[in-house]
């Protein structure tokens, strides 16, 4: 409903302690962590550039780690790596005793079974990247001895609801179940409120933000639903697309991509119903011939990488709903047009748009959409 393709592996922490059990294993046999009283902890002396990601000095990652302070630590910043469960709580066998792993020695175990020892790009909200992340790292780092653990790091904004935190406590909480049970448009709307932000920015999520990205879809559709075939010039077309395309690879700029895919439309609008072409010609700087159907042709690629506009534009416009009763009316109008009986046609036209459904001339023909 999203548009979001499935993960490759969902690993699960219980199904992982095996290659947890094998990582902290290696971390002592490296001398980066220690046992002591059924507890395994990472010794973040042993590692110099602990900090190195948050960006934070010795000092502040020791009082904003919220570490506990236990007789059994070599150092007040260390971490727990295994901790012992007593009967009443989830264990496992270890060499260490009975216990259970910690938080940050989970997701360096699963993401090293799933991708390696060093991957590509690593994601998560920007509140994990201390301790959470500095951890993992760390973890990875010296039982590999690698220069790495990911790549690249993303970290994204936070969500809020209406300019405040999303809590229970607060009545402002929503899933993503709340937000489709609005309408089967509605995951293909949130998915578009989301790429107009930033990835590294706060997200504030309004039912009229919501709104609003329906109606910007309802433009696209309807522009789409009015294209052509697209014309043999894939010169201006692959320079349309590149340039749409262009900002994601600026730090996933979505939100400028998204504005430029906008050009677009503007373009194919111009073309097909008439209008000026010149500010998004300059904006481009490219002199693109402007003709039905090219400009409609790089939207549904540019559209396609972003995962928007994936349904049929008629049944978008439509709502799904039974329009037997729709296309009647508007046989009836064209058949009034030819008959020159213009006050029928403008009659039935103000008919339809009274019960919500507005129509659009094109040179395909009258393609119609629910306000």
């Given amino acids: ?58 000092d502040e990652l020791v009082a904003g780690a919220r570490v506990e302070v236990a007789p059994y630590k070599r150092d007040a910043g260390d971490f727990v790596l295994w901790k012992p469960s007593d009967e009443a709580t989830p264990g496992w066998d270890s060499p260490w005793g009975r216990g259970r792993p910690g938080w940050h020695i ?66 402002n909480f929503l899933t993503v179940r709340d937000i489709l049970a609005r309408g089967s448009w509605a995951g293909e709307a949130f998915r578009l409120l989301v790429l107009k932000t930033h990835y590294r920015s706060a997200l504030d999520f309004t039912l009229a933000g919501l709104d609003e990205a329906k109606a910007e879809l309802d433009d696209d559709y309807a522009m789409l639903a009015r294209a052509v075939t697209a014309p043999d010039l894939e010169v201006p077309r692959a320079e349309m697309v590149a340039w749409a395309l262009e900002p994601l690879h600026d730090d996933l700029n979505t939100a400028l991509a998204l504005t430029r895919l906008r050009d677009l439309r503007t373009l194919e609008n111009v073309a097909s119903v008439g209008g000026s072409a010149a500010t998004v010609l300059h904006r481009a700087g490219k002199p693109w011939p402007v003709v039905p159907g090219l ?38 109008r064209l058949a009034a047009r030819k008959a020159r009986d213009f006050a029928e046609a403008d009659r039935i036209r103000a008919d339809l748009t009274a019960k919500g459904i507005i129509l659009e001339d094109g040179p395909q023909g009258t393609v119609w959409r629910r306000a």
């Avoid at 059990?21 to 507890?39: C, N, P, Q, T, V």
């Avoid at 799933?114 to 993992?136: R, S, Y």
């Fill in 1 to 58: 409903a999203l548009g979001n393709l499935p993960p490759t592996d969902e690993p699960r922490a219980t199904a992982s302690i095996a290659p947890m059990i094998a990582l902290i294993g290696k971390l002592i046999d490296r001398g980066h962590a220690y046992a002591a009283e059924g507890h395994v902890l990472f010794s973040v002396a042993s590692y110099p550039d602990y900090g190195a990601l948050s960006g934070r000095t010795p």
């Fill in 106 to 171: 989970e997701c360096s175990a699963m993401s090293w079974q799933a991708l390696g020892e060093v991957f590509d790009i690593h994601g998560g909200g920007h509140d994990l990247l201390f301790p959470h992340h500095e951890n993992e790292v760390a973890q990875s780092r010296c039982a590999f001895g690698t220069a790495a653990m990911a790549n690249t790091w993303l970290h994204n904004g936070m969500l809020r609801v209406d300019g405040e935190k999303m809590s229970k406590s607060l009545g």
């Fill in 295 to 332: 400009a409609a042709s790089a939207f549904r690629e540019v559209a396609g990488v972003l995962g928007l506009t994936p349904s049929d534009p008629q049944a978008w416009l439509r709502g799904g709903d039974d329009h037997a009763w729709v296309d009647a009316a508007i046989a009836a």
